[in-house]
Nanobody, 126 residues
Framework: QVQLVESGGGLVQAGGSLTLSCVASGRTFSISVMGWFRQAPGKEREFVAAIKWTGLHTDYADSVKGRFTISGDSAKDTVYLQMTTLKPEDTAVYYC???????????????????WGQGTQVTVSS
């Protein structure tokens, strides 16, 4: 079992930046891909970005490409999401997730991820 704890959320003005962190513990050796999702009120949870520990290949949703950067430190079992040029529509609860066995980078559906953090709120004011 993998446990995930996010941090770094907060309130920021449009155009600003925030960096989220997610620390994994437990059976971290089983992790192949870690991702970030977000969920705004009244909306479904949506994929934001993911990173594969082997080779550090990345995948991004079109809505954040060029503005967000996902990175990881496998030695610290930590993944980061650097968010720049934030927009009010980026407001959501952001969740860190670790993949289920058998899935690979490119699997963007929530069901491809079996472990989830508690979420951290990001609010972007206009």
């Amino acid at each position: 079992q993998v446990q995930l704890v996010e941090s770094g959320g907060g309130l920021v003005q449009a155009g600003g930046s925030l960096t989220l962190s997610c620390v994994a513990s437990g059976r971290t050796f089983s992790i192949s891909v870690m991702g970030w999702f977000r969920q705004a009120p009244g909306k479904e949870r949506e994929f934001v970005a993911a990173i594969k520990w082997t080779g550090l290949h990345t995948d991004y949703a079109d809505s954040v490409k060029g503005r967000f950067t996902i990175s990881g430190d496998s030695a610290k079992d930590t993944v980061y999401l650097q968010m720049t040029t934030l927009k009010p529509e980026d407001t959501a609860v952001y969740y860190c997730a670790a993949d289920r066995p058998g899935y690979d980078l490119g699997s963007r559906a929530p069901h491809a991820f079996g472990s989830w953090g508690q979420g951290t709120q990001v609010t972007v004011s206009s």
